[in-house]
Every structure is written in C-alpha cells, then in structure tokens.
C-alpha cells in the first residue's frame, strides 16, 4: 500500500528555517511527480512547490525565493527547505505524489510548521 511518509514541520520564530521531508513507502516504482502544499485555517489548500521528471522545480509565489525544493532521484523522496520563515508561512504542509502509471494521487498525512512572531 503506497504511503507518503512526511516530517520535519514544528515551531519556529521569524526568520528561522525547518526542512521538510517526505518519502514515498510501499512501491518499487519511483513517483517522479512529487510536491509540496499547504493549507492555513480558513484557507484553501496552495501550492508550495512541484517537481517533475526532467524539470526544475516551481514553486508558489508567496514563496520564491524563500524556499527550496529538492529531490533524491535514487527514491521517492523530496525536502522542502524553507527559510526566511514569515507568520504567513503557518500551516500544514501536505506532500503529494501521483503515480507514474495510474495516476492516482496520493497525499501525505500533513505536518504542521507555526512560525511565531
């Protein structure tokens, strides 16, 4: 059974930094349609930041600049790291994979990232 297996979130102040990690469990295939969003309360859920096979990663607006994605072509796993964290950023972060063959989507159980003032 395919499970998106996240970590990483937790508290930080302003300007600080966490790196998210998320590793595709359960397959032998490698997803390469990996990415990151988020969803703030009483918010929709946006995007972060997706990778796809042979193309660089894009990232939200709110984010550019501030946050870097990454992959370990070997497996099924991306990291997001975030800098320069703003209160704005606060929210759960969900991983999303789609498999290369059905398509299905599959999404992490979300990890929260709070950034205090």
């Known amino acids: 059974q395919v499970q998106l297996v996240e970590s990483g979130g937790g508290l930080v102040q302003t300007g600080g930094s966490l790196r998210l990690s998320c590793a595709v469990s359960?397959?032998?295939?490698?997803?390469?349609?990996m990415g990151w969003y988020r969803q703030a309360p009483g918010n929709e859920r946006e995007l972060v930041a997706r990778i796809t096979l042979g193309e660089g990663p894009t990232y939200g607006t709110s984010v550019k600049d501030r946050f870097t994605m990454s992959r370990d072509n070997a497996k099924s796993t991306i990291y997001l790291q975030m800098n320069g964290l703003e209160t704005e950023d606060t929210a759960v972060y969900y991983c999303?994979?789609?498999?290369?063959?059905?398509?299905?989507?599959?999404w992490g159980q979300g990890t929260q990232v709070t950034v205090s003032s």
């Open positions: 359960g397959s032998v295939i490698i997803f390469n349609d």
């Open positions: 999303n994979a789609i498999h290369p063959i059905t398509r299905k989507d599959y």
